[in-house]
């Protein structure tokens, strides 16, 4: 299993950016994705979630009405378009797949999730 995100780099307040996860390895249609992020000293957090179909989403509370993900089955990649961005948002951004749903919807499972990218840097800053 391959998971490698692009599209990270430096943005000002306000702005927009899309970051991807290009992944392989797996049966793509069939593994829920999902994006987490990791500030500066802080803890790795969730951030959104997408079931295999595209049907079902998911988001953290702080990027919900800003954050946008989706997939493209046909390509085997999963996005993140990032909207009305604050500094706050800096941090470095790690794709993630799992076969169960249950491991990215719920807090206390997502310690399971297997599979990991090695993240993009997303910096928001004047």
């Known amino acids: 299993v391959q998971l490698v995100e692009s599209g990270g780099g430096l943005v000002p307040p306000g702005g927009s950016l899309r970051v991807s996860c290009a992944a392989s390895?797996?049966?793509?249609?069939?593994?829920?994705m999902g994006w987490f992020r990791q500030a500066p000293g802080k803890e790795r957090e969730f951030v959104a979630a997408?079931?295999?179909?595209?049907?079902?989403?998911v988001y953290a509370t702080t990027v919900k009405g800003r954050f946008t993900i989706s997939r493209d089955n046909a390509e085997n990649t999963v996005f993140l378009q990032m909207n009305s961005l604050k500094p706050e948002d800096t941090a470095v951004y790690y794709c993630?797949?799992?076969?169960?749903?249950?491991?990215?919807?719920?807090?206390?499972?997502?310690?399971?999730?297997?599979?990991w990218g090695k993240g993009t840097l997303v910096t928001v800053s004047s």
């Open positions: 993630a797949a799992d076969a169960r749903w249950l491991n990215f919807i719920s807090t206390a499972f997502r310690k399971d999730i297997n599979y």
């Open positions: 390895g797996f049966t793509f249609n069939s593994y829920p």
């Open positions: 997408i079931s295999g179909r595209g049907g079902a989403t």
